[in-house]
């Protein structure tokens, strides 16, 4: 079983490089994070926005206060 460990038994240059790289990688990651989470959502363009579907009430009001004789309006 100690032969297995051996690979670990790194000398101080070979620490040094594992534990540089390990950071690079490390703020990399955080980076890509960061950005991804803080990305600026897209603004809804006026021709795309949503409107609420109108109520029973409003098109009952709407037929009310339309003119009843639409023969006259087109005269």
């Given at each position: ?17 594992v534990l540089i ?55």
């Amino acid at each position: 079983m100690k032969p297995l460990f051996r690979i670990f038994e790194l000398t101080k240059n070979e620490q040094r490089v594992v534990l540089i790289v390990m950071l690079v990688l490390t703020t990399i990651a955080f980076v890509r994070y960061e950005r991804r989470v803080h990305r600026s959502p897209v603004q809804p363009t006026s021709a795309t926005e949503v409107k609420p579907s109108p109520t029973v009430g409003q098109i009952e009001e709407d037929r009310q206060s339309q003119p009843k004789n639409r023969e006259d309006e087109e005269e």
